[in-house]
């Protein structure tokens, strides 16, 4: 497995105006992006709420960034996402869930969007105490037509075990998740939308995995950090990818994948900031 080159970035970047044949989408789990007090009752005992110096630090990478669209997750409401992603670069459209951690977008001022009605059948937990994450649905309204993406944030806990035959619950719920994403990618599929999947799946999706070999049964898709292994926080798998369909398989630029890796490098603040990386790839639409 090759080892993905990272991407430091240390300057803030400039706006610039929208590039009608090229877009940076990026996707990046923002861990706990919340000010709720820690040991309140809707966070978990060792959940780690941001404090205002994270919130600021979190909004440089941001801007140096410096992407299209941004797929994150784990934001409680669009008012704190405005802290990372200002408001006067980014407007902001997240899932409706009554929950902590929510899923959605920053997408960059000057691009027209459609938003759809929230994936929320993700939420296979709908009947219980608990809920599960709803995916965030959006059509981007470019000059070249309509590209769709759905933001995600799958069950965590089965990074990379059988999804039928497992003891573990969390496979289970991940198995019962992925029917879901199928009908949702079947439908792109034959509206022939060019679609891409954004998000943490938390899955490895390494070699033939089940996960995503099911995705492909609806139709065929092109995973951008395919053979390559992240660099965040010292390396690992890929739980967090961009994954584009119908037309938007040609629009990937190849070797475009990039990984935003922070400057700070102690466990501390690999705690205060996010134990996930941004995720960025380039895609050149046509004329």
Known sequence: MRILVAVVCIALALAHPVQSREL??????????????????????????KRPEDIATLRRYALALDADVVAFSE??????????????????????DAVVQRAGFAIRRGIGFTAHPDLTALDVYAHARYHLRSAADVTLDMPQGGLRLLAVHLKSGCREALLTGSASPACATLARQLPVLEAWVAARAEAHEPFVLMGDFNR??????????GLQKSAPLLRADAGLSSPCWGGSGFLDHIIAGGAARAWMEPDSLRVLVYRETTPEMKERLSDHCPVSVRFHLPD
């Open 24 to 49: 940076k989408l990026t996707t990046w789990n923002l861990s706990w992006l919340t000010l709720r007090p820690a040991g309140g009752p809707d966070l978990p005992a060792d959940a780690s709420p």
């Open 75 to 96: 934001v409680d409401g669009p008012e704190i996402a405005a802290q990372v992603f200002p408001a006067d670069r980014y407007a902001i459209q997240m899932t409706g």
């Open 204 to 213: 490895w999706m390494a070699g033939r995995d089940t996960f995503f070999a």
